[in-house]
Protein backbone atom coordinates (compact mmCIF):
# COMPACT_ATOMS: atom_id res chain seq x y z
CA UNK A 1 0.00 0.00 0.00
CA UNK A 2 1.72 3.34 -0.97
CA UNK A 3 2.89 5.63 2.29
CA UNK A 4 1.98 2.87 4.71
CA UNK A 5 4.71 0.85 3.36
CA UNK A 6 7.67 3.05 4.26
CA UNK A 7 6.12 3.69 7.72
CA UNK A 8 7.34 1.84 11.08
CA UNK A 9 3.75 0.97 11.15
CA UNK A 10 4.57 -1.55 8.08
CA UNK A 11 6.80 -3.47 10.52
CA UNK A 12 4.00 -4.09 12.65
CA UNK A 13 1.04 -6.52 12.93
CA UNK A 14 -1.80 -4.27 11.70
CA UNK A 15 -4.36 -6.81 14.18
CA UNK A 16 -2.06 -5.77 17.26
CA UNK A 17 -1.70 -2.17 16.33
CA UNK A 18 -5.90 -2.12 16.35
CA UNK A 19 -6.35 -3.80 19.18
CA UNK A 20 -4.01 -1.01 21.09
CA UNK A 21 -6.34 1.61 19.81
CA UNK A 22 -9.43 -0.47 20.71
CA UNK A 23 -8.40 -1.53 24.48
CA UNK A 24 -6.92 1.97 24.84
CA UNK A 25 -9.72 4.12 23.65
CA UNK A 26 -12.70 2.63 22.19
CA UNK A 27 -13.57 0.32 24.69
CA UNK A 28 -13.08 2.76 27.44
CA UNK A 29 -15.62 4.88 25.70
CA UNK A 30 -18.72 3.95 27.93
CA UNK A 31 -16.93 4.32 31.27
CA UNK A 32 -17.18 8.13 30.41
CA UNK A 33 -20.51 8.69 28.52
CA UNK A 34 -22.83 6.32 27.46
CA UNK A 35 -22.88 5.51 23.84
CA UNK A 36 -26.72 6.41 22.44
CA UNK A 37 -25.22 10.29 24.27
CA UNK A 38 -22.36 10.22 21.49
CA UNK A 39 -23.71 11.12 18.17
CA UNK A 40 -20.77 12.07 16.47
CA UNK A 41 -16.67 11.53 17.43
CA UNK A 42 -13.49 13.30 15.67
CA UNK A 43 -10.29 11.83 15.21
CA UNK A 44 -8.03 15.00 14.75
CA UNK A 45 -4.15 13.71 13.33
CA UNK A 46 -5.30 10.24 12.45
CA UNK A 47 -2.45 8.94 10.71
CA UNK A 48 -3.16 5.43 9.11
CA UNK A 49 -6.88 5.93 10.97
CA UNK A 50 -6.78 3.13 13.43
CA UNK A 51 -8.38 4.93 15.98
CA UNK A 52 -11.14 5.43 13.29
CA UNK A 53 -11.40 2.08 12.75
CA UNK A 54 -11.79 1.05 16.37
CA UNK A 55 -14.30 3.86 17.30
CA UNK A 56 -16.64 2.44 14.05
CA UNK A 57 -16.45 -1.19 14.98
CA UNK A 58 -17.09 -0.60 18.61
CA UNK A 59 -20.05 2.31 18.42
CA UNK A 60 -22.69 3.42 15.97
CA UNK A 61 -21.40 7.10 15.85
CA UNK A 62 -20.61 9.12 13.08
CA UNK A 63 -16.58 9.03 13.05
CA UNK A 64 -14.65 11.81 11.03
CA UNK A 65 -10.94 11.52 10.65
CA UNK A 66 -8.85 14.16 9.82
CA UNK A 67 -5.24 13.88 8.85
CA UNK A 68 -3.34 16.52 7.28
CA UNK A 69 -0.90 14.67 4.89
CA UNK A 70 -3.10 13.54 2.08
CA UNK A 71 -1.28 10.61 1.23
CA UNK A 72 -1.28 8.98 4.27
CA UNK A 73 -5.06 10.07 5.04
CA UNK A 74 -6.27 7.71 1.35
CA UNK A 75 -3.81 4.99 2.86
CA UNK A 76 -5.83 5.17 6.11
CA UNK A 77 -9.12 4.89 3.86
CA UNK A 78 -7.80 1.74 2.20
CA UNK A 79 -7.02 0.46 5.74
CA UNK A 80 -10.42 0.78 6.40
CA UNK A 81 -12.23 -0.50 3.24
CA UNK A 82 -10.22 -3.82 4.42
CA UNK A 83 -11.61 -3.71 7.86
CA UNK A 84 -15.02 -3.16 6.34
CA UNK A 85 -16.20 0.11 8.30
CA UNK A 86 -14.81 2.40 4.80
CA UNK A 87 -18.48 3.50 5.06
CA UNK A 88 -18.94 4.33 8.39
CA UNK A 89 -15.72 7.17 8.20
CA UNK A 90 -15.69 10.70 6.71
CA UNK A 91 -12.55 11.59 5.56
CA UNK A 92 -11.07 15.28 5.86
CA UNK A 93 -7.82 16.51 4.99
CA UNK A 94 -7.01 19.63 7.24
CA UNK A 95 -4.22 20.25 10.14
CA UNK A 96 -3.82 21.98 13.65
CA UNK A 97 -4.06 24.73 14.87
CA UNK A 98 -6.90 25.94 12.72
CA UNK A 99 -10.07 22.86 11.67
CA UNK A 100 -12.51 23.68 9.57
CA UNK A 101 -15.38 22.50 12.02
CA UNK A 102 -18.06 24.75 13.82
CA UNK A 103 -17.37 25.37 17.82
CA UNK A 104 -18.46 21.83 19.75
CA UNK A 105 -19.35 20.10 16.73
CA UNK A 106 -18.73 16.61 17.90
CA UNK A 107 -19.84 15.01 21.37
CA UNK A 108 -16.07 13.09 21.57
CA UNK A 109 -13.01 14.28 20.19
CA UNK A 110 -9.72 12.60 20.00
CA UNK A 111 -5.84 13.60 19.48
CA UNK A 112 -3.87 11.09 20.31
CA UNK A 113 0.43 11.17 19.54
CA UNK A 114 -0.33 14.58 17.32
CA UNK A 115 0.44 17.96 19.33
CA UNK A 116 4.08 17.28 19.82
CA UNK A 117 4.43 17.84 16.10
CA UNK A 118 2.64 21.03 16.09
CA UNK A 119 4.55 22.71 18.69
CA UNK A 120 3.49 24.17 22.11
CA UNK A 121 1.27 27.31 21.30
CA UNK A 122 -1.17 26.69 23.86
CA UNK A 123 -3.73 27.96 20.61
CA UNK A 124 -3.09 24.09 19.58
CA UNK A 125 -5.21 22.47 22.55
CA UNK A 126 -7.59 25.51 22.95
CA UNK A 127 -8.83 24.37 19.03
CA UNK A 128 -9.33 20.82 20.03
CA UNK A 129 -11.19 21.96 23.35
CA UNK A 130 -13.36 24.55 20.59
CA UNK A 131 -14.61 21.69 18.56
CA UNK A 132 -16.10 18.86 21.87
CA UNK A 133 -19.02 19.46 23.35
CA UNK A 134 -18.70 16.82 25.82
CA UNK A 135 -15.54 15.06 25.95
CA UNK A 136 -11.86 15.45 25.37
CA UNK A 137 -9.21 12.54 24.80
CA UNK A 138 -5.28 14.12 23.99
CA UNK A 139 -2.36 11.92 24.76
CA UNK A 140 1.24 13.36 24.08
CA UNK A 141 4.44 13.05 25.79
CA UNK A 142 4.86 14.95 29.23
CA UNK A 143 8.24 17.52 28.97
CA UNK A 144 8.28 17.43 32.48
CA UNK A 145 9.13 13.63 32.64
CA UNK A 146 13.13 12.85 32.92
CA UNK A 147 13.08 10.41 30.36
CA UNK A 148 10.47 9.94 26.91
CA UNK A 149 10.60 6.52 24.84
CA UNK A 150 9.67 9.10 22.23
CA UNK A 151 12.51 10.81 19.73
CA UNK A 152 16.05 9.58 21.28
CA UNK A 153 14.37 8.06 24.28
CA UNK A 154 17.43 9.98 26.39
CA UNK A 155 17.35 11.13 29.85
CA UNK A 156 16.74 14.75 29.44
CA UNK A 157 17.48 15.68 25.58
CA UNK A 158 13.74 16.78 24.97
CA UNK A 159 14.52 19.47 27.93
CA UNK A 160 17.46 21.12 25.57
CA UNK A 161 17.38 23.68 23.19
CA UNK A 162 17.17 22.07 19.23
CA UNK A 163 20.74 22.75 18.35
CA UNK A 164 21.96 20.68 21.87
CA UNK A 165 19.98 18.07 21.39
CA UNK A 166 21.21 17.51 18.18
CA UNK A 167 24.80 17.40 19.95
CA UNK A 168 23.53 14.84 22.36
CA UNK A 169 21.95 12.88 20.44
CA UNK A 170 24.89 12.47 17.81
CA UNK A 171 27.27 11.45 20.69
CA UNK A 172 24.88 9.06 21.36
CA UNK A 173 24.14 7.19 18.17
CA UNK A 174 20.98 8.52 18.08
CA UNK A 175 20.98 11.09 15.40
CA UNK A 176 18.78 9.70 13.06
CA UNK A 177 16.12 9.22 16.15
CA UNK A 178 16.39 13.08 17.41
CA UNK A 179 13.31 14.73 15.68
CA UNK A 180 13.04 17.69 17.76
CA UNK A 181 9.32 17.61 18.61
CA UNK A 182 8.02 20.43 21.36
CA UNK A 183 6.51 18.33 24.25
CA UNK A 184 4.01 20.10 25.92
CA UNK A 185 4.41 20.91 30.05
CA UNK A 186 1.73 19.20 31.95
CA UNK A 187 0.64 22.83 33.27
CA UNK A 188 0.51 23.97 29.86
CA UNK A 189 -1.44 21.93 28.70
CA UNK A 190 -3.92 21.93 31.30
CA UNK A 191 -4.05 25.35 31.35
CA UNK A 192 -5.40 25.28 27.73
CA UNK A 193 -8.10 22.93 28.71
CA UNK A 194 -9.65 25.82 31.15
CA UNK A 195 -13.01 24.61 30.09
CA UNK A 196 -12.88 20.83 31.06
CA UNK A 197 -12.28 18.47 33.71
CA UNK A 198 -10.40 15.32 33.76
CA UNK A 199 -12.39 12.72 34.29
CA UNK A 200 -9.52 9.70 33.61
CA UNK A 201 -8.26 8.35 37.16
CA UNK A 202 -5.20 6.82 35.31
CA UNK A 203 -4.05 8.27 31.67
CA UNK A 204 -6.44 8.45 29.66
CA UNK A 205 -8.15 4.80 31.32
CA UNK A 206 -11.20 5.27 33.78
CA UNK A 207 -8.83 3.48 36.33
CA UNK A 208 -5.79 2.00 36.56
CA UNK A 209 -7.13 -1.48 36.90
CA UNK A 210 -8.82 -0.91 33.70
CA UNK A 211 -4.99 0.18 32.55
CA UNK A 212 -4.21 -3.26 33.95
CA UNK A 213 -6.57 -5.49 32.00
CA UNK A 214 -5.68 -3.77 28.95
CA UNK A 215 -1.93 -3.96 28.91
CA UNK A 216 -2.09 -7.51 30.04
CA UNK A 217 -4.52 -7.97 26.94
CA UNK A 218 -1.96 -6.49 25.19
CA UNK A 219 0.80 -8.36 26.01
CA UNK A 220 -0.36 -11.98 27.29
CA UNK A 221 1.35 -13.41 24.66
CA UNK A 222 4.83 -11.86 25.23
CA UNK A 223 7.08 -11.89 28.48
CA UNK A 224 7.69 -8.73 29.97
CA UNK A 225 11.13 -6.96 29.94
CA UNK A 226 13.05 -5.82 32.98
CA UNK A 227 12.63 -2.31 31.88
CA UNK A 228 8.91 -2.98 31.74
CA UNK A 229 8.47 -4.68 34.96
CA UNK A 230 10.19 -1.64 36.57
CA UNK A 231 7.71 0.79 34.60
CA UNK A 232 4.64 -0.83 35.79
CA UNK A 233 6.16 -1.18 39.34
CA UNK A 234 6.35 2.78 39.01
CA UNK A 235 3.22 3.15 37.74
CA UNK A 236 1.52 0.96 40.37
CA UNK A 237 3.14 3.63 42.81
CA UNK A 238 1.87 6.86 41.18
CA UNK A 239 -1.82 5.33 41.08
CA UNK A 240 -2.36 5.42 44.27
CA UNK A 241 -2.63 9.37 43.77
CA UNK A 242 -5.46 9.02 41.46
CA UNK A 243 -6.26 11.77 38.96
CA UNK A 244 -2.98 13.93 41.04
CA UNK A 245 -0.69 11.36 39.14
CA UNK A 246 -0.97 12.88 35.70
CA UNK A 247 1.97 15.03 35.49
CA UNK A 248 4.13 12.57 37.29
CA UNK A 249 3.86 9.76 33.98
CA UNK A 250 5.89 9.63 30.89
CA UNK A 251 2.31 10.26 28.78
CA UNK A 252 -0.14 13.84 29.58
CA UNK A 253 -2.53 11.17 28.37
CA UNK A 254 -6.05 12.23 29.99
CA UNK A 255 -9.82 11.72 29.15
CA UNK A 256 -11.68 15.07 30.03
CA UNK A 257 -15.01 16.29 30.14
CA UNK A 258 -16.40 20.08 29.08
CA UNK A 259 -17.65 21.21 32.70
CA UNK A 260 -18.49 25.06 30.76
Not at 45 to 63: E, K, N, P, Q
Not at 73 to 86: N, T
Not at 207 to 235: D, H, I, M, N, P
Request: net charge positive; with cysteine.
Amino acid sequence: MPHFRDSHYARTDPNDTLNFYRLHFAETLPAFSPLDRLASIADIGCGYGWLAVALALHTSARIVAVEANPSRLRAAQRIAEIAGVGGRIEWCTAALPRLPFADRAFDAVYCVEVIEHTGDDPGVARELARLSADLLTVTTPNKAFPVVRHDTALPFCHWLPPRRRNNYAMACGRIARQYNNLFWSPWKLRRALEDFRQVSEFLSFPCFSTYLEARKRLRSRQTESALARVELGYYRAVARLGKRSWPLLPSLAGTFQRSR
